[in-house]
């Protein structure tokens, strides 16, 4: 996870390259916790909190429907159905082999 500082600018500010956003954003999906991956990274949670706004509206388009709290609650309702359906599949390919 490379971090780029800048050598020659008077402020003290890192900059991070997009593979480290990406894997960033991919750790704090499979957490429960963004301040827990935030703080295993070295980074503040409200930077990561600011990537995943980011990212969210990117993938929405908008930033009003970001924001709507109806549209939150269903994708995290998607989120848990899809991970739901990912235990089950695994389930029936386990008990779906036959016994000896």
Do not use: H, N
Not at 24 to 41: D, K
Not at 59 to 84: C, F, N, T, Y
């Amino acid at each position: 996870m490379a971090t780029k500082t800048s050598g020659s600018s008077p402020d003290k500010r890192r900059k991070y390259d997009e593979a480290f956003k990406a894997e960033a954003l991919r750790l704090a999906g499979e957490r429960r916790s963004t301040q827990a991956a935030a703080r295993q990274l070295g980074i503040s949670p409200k930077l990561l909190y600011r990537w995943q706004q980011a990212q969210f509206v990117a993938e929405v388009g908008s930033e009003e429907v970001a924001r709507d709290p109806e549209v939150r609650a269903l994708r995290a309702r998607l989120k848990r159905a899809e991970q739901e359906l990912d235990i089950l599949k695994k389930a029936l390919v386990i008990f779906g082999q036959p016994t000896r």
